[in-house]
């Protein structure tokens, strides 16, 4: 049931960008795409959102492909407490709300 | 201000038992989901409650889970007759379900708890 794919895991430089890829090639037109990430034995925290636009926030932006089958969350200057398990999800309906379809999550290494 | 809380952070049972997971949502949080985190994996849906009403529990694994919010706050999941494919991270997760008003808020956006690590020995 999986709407996701990810890389099971990425390392990245102190200072650098972190560009974690997402696909969510079964993606329906009205279905978003969120980003959480988790830090060891803490629950997941929202980082991000988007439709079909890019979308810019305080801690990262998103990238989303005009097909909409894939997605990039960009973290500008990754930092040694960027360090966690980043989830790309897809938001579907659910008797008058919505529910995360979580994938399996990317572990990002920030290395000093 | 006080987030999702969960009680017990951990709980090891022996295969047989029964469990009760605690949740306390953020106050006034209409909606509450539960969702099941095994180890190395995203986490799994559930059920979830608007106010005391149980609207889908689809994700249940089998007939020995069983979720409850009867004052339309605090929800409890009970795991009956416990088995080892039990042992998981059990998170929750509420939200308001209300229109952003505050810069910054996000429409739907799930608050999780720490989450309850459960071990089935």
């Known amino acids: 049931d999986a709407k996701t794919t990810q890389p099971t895991s990425m390392d990245c430089a102190e200072g650098r960008a972190a560009n974690l890829p997402c696909n969510h090639s079964t993606i329906s037109g009205n279905e978003y795409v969120y980003w959480y990430r988790q830090i060891h034995s803490q629950g997941p925290q929202y980082i991000i959102h988007g439709l079909k636009n890019n979308e810019t926030n305080e801690m990262a932006s998103l990238i989303i492909t005009e097909d909409r089958k894939s997605s990039t969350l960009i973290l500008p200057h990754a930092t040694l407490r960027d360090t966690a398990v980043y989830y790309c999800?897809?938001?579907?309906?659910?008797?008058?709300?919505?529910?995360?379809?979580f994938g399996t999550g990317t572990r990002l290494k920030v290395l000093a | 201000g006080a987030g999702v809380s969960q009680s017990p952070r951990y709980k090891v049972a022996k295969r047989g038992q029964d469990v009760a997971l605690r949740c306390d949502p953020i106050?006034?949080?209409?909606?509450l989901f539960w969702y099941q985190q095994a180890l190395g994996q995203g986490p799994e849906f559930l059920t979830y409650f608007q106010n005391e009403a149980q609207l889908d529990k689809s994700g249940l694994p089998s007939d020995r889970f069983f979720a409850e919010r009867p004052e339309g706050s605090v929800s409890t999941l009970k795991i009956q007759r416990t088995q080892q494919e039990d042992s998981a991270v059990y998170l929750c997760?509420?939200?308001?379900?209300?229109?952003?008003?505050?810069?910054?808020?996000?429409?739907?956006?799930?608050?999780f708890g720490p989450g309850t690590r459960l071990t089935v020995l």
């Open positions: 106050s006034g949080h209409v909606s």
């Open positions: 997760a509420s939200s308001s379900e209300r229109r952003p008003r505050l810069a910054g808020e996000v429409y739907n956006e799930q608050f």
């Open positions: 999800i897809v938001r579907v309906p659910l008797s008058g709300t919505y529910k995360y379809i």
